[in-house]
């Protein structure tokens, strides 16, 4: 009976790491925990992952940036293809995981890790960018990549499946933006596959999609500032006319001191004086019959408000423009020429009366240029 307990025994000995390995591998990852803060969700198919680079056409003499390497699943089929890989990582954990995965082999002298907010870097001269974007900084990071000089080849980005789909958005579909106009303005962008949460590591909240963005070569020859300023203005108020953007006080406030900031650099003089009493009330039933015209307004898109404009103008009061002189008259006739200019040109232009999620860059562009030719800007 002793050397059948004694079997027993063994036999329970020899089961138990099996019995405590979970445990273990729990440990283990807690040791480890992925930041969500910053974005952190590791891609874990390597299948999607090889999609992915395949996508970015890699040339042997390519440099890479990649952002957010996370643990290397992308970075270490890159260095397959490419010259060098440039990886921007925020979290000093994942940087080392990275350096591991390339310790000791001939990638390690070609993997230059940079540990710092990829916005805020300056970045070396590359030739494509391949990201698994913390969506945090989705906007941020296109606009960053579209003003690079010289610019990359082109960028194979993942990005939360509705931003992705705003992207690539036209004229007429219920997603297009100011987003989708400003970034169409500078790049080719195109779709080119969806993931799902579950590949993820975490998973995320929401599907994923990756795009091909392909900066224009040469690059439009506009200023971005301008360009940018407009679209702020016609897209605040998406279903509403062109025209119903041009209403507010704010915006015809920095457009005043937009065109007073052009008449000054032209030596042309301006008319300070107010209008009279009589004029000024023709203008102000004007106006509130430019207002009847836009009843049938249905919102506001949730990324666009008129707090928006105050954003990129500052509030108007203390610019120097006057506001109200001592006989109660509040409009001046620089004013009133500016106001002038706006309604010339949107009636000219025949897109008063158009809504700017309908526009395409032609349209903006058109617009742009006639009140470029006024001595209106945006910037």
């Known amino acids: ?65 990649e952002v957010g390497p996370g643990s290397g699943n992308l970075t270490v089929r890159i260095l397959e293809k490419a010259k060098r890989v440039i990886a921007v990582e925020m979290d000093p954990r994942m940087a080392a995981e990275v350096t591991k995965r390339v310790q000791g082999k001939p990638e390690e002298k070609r993997l230059n890790l940079m540990l710092g907010d990829v916005i805020k870097t300056d970045l070396p001269y590359f030739d494509v960018c391949i990201s698994n974007t913390p969506y945090q900084i989705s906007s941020p990071l296109v606009f960053k990549l579209l003003a690079t000089n010289p610019a990359p080849r082109t960028c194979i980005l993942m990005f939360q499946r509705e931003f992705a789909m705003r992207l690539v958005a036209r004229p007429g579909d219920s997603l297009y933006c100011r987003l989708s106009a400003n970034a169409q303005m500078w790049a080719k962008i195109t779709h080119i596959m969806k993931v799902g949460k579950n590949n993820f590591n975490p998973p995320p909240a929401v599907e994923s999609s990756v795009i091909r963005l392909e900066p224009k070569n040469p690059r439009p020859q506009i200023s971005y500032d301008e360009w940018d300023g407009l679209l702020r203005i016609v897209f605040v108020r998406r279903n509403r006319t062109i025209q119903a953007g041009f209403k507010s006080k704010a915006v015809m406030a920095l457009i005043e001191k937009n065109y007073r900031t052009w008449c000054a650099q032209n030596s042309i003089p301006l008319d300070e004086t107010m209008l009279d009493v009589a004029d000024e009330a023709n203008l102000q039933t004007e106006d509130r019959e430019m207002n009847d015209e836009d009843e049938e307004w249905q919102g506001i898109m949730e990324d666009e408000s008129p707090e928006d404009i105050q954003e990129i103008m500052g509030r108007p009061d203390n610019d120097g423009i006057p506001d109200k002189n001592p006989t109660g008259r509040t409009r001046s006739r620089v004013r009133q020429l500016v106001e002038d200019k706006v309604r010339k040109v949107l009636r000219e232009t025949q897109l008063a009366d158009r809504r700017a999620g309908k526009c395409d860059e032609t349209d903006f562009l058109k617009l742009l240029w006639a009140f470029n030719k006024e001595g209106i800007h945006f910037s």
């Open 1 to 65: 009976m002793g050397k059948i307990t004694a079997t027993k025994r063994i036999g329970a000995k020899r089961s138990s790491p099996y019995e405590t390995a979970p445990p273990a591998k729990r440990q283990k990852n807690n040791i480890f925990k992925f930041n969500k803060d910053i974005g952190q969700h590791i891609l874990k198919n390597p299948g999607i992952a090889q999609a992915i680079v395949d996508k970015a056409d890699l040339k042997q003499s390519d440099v890479v940036l």
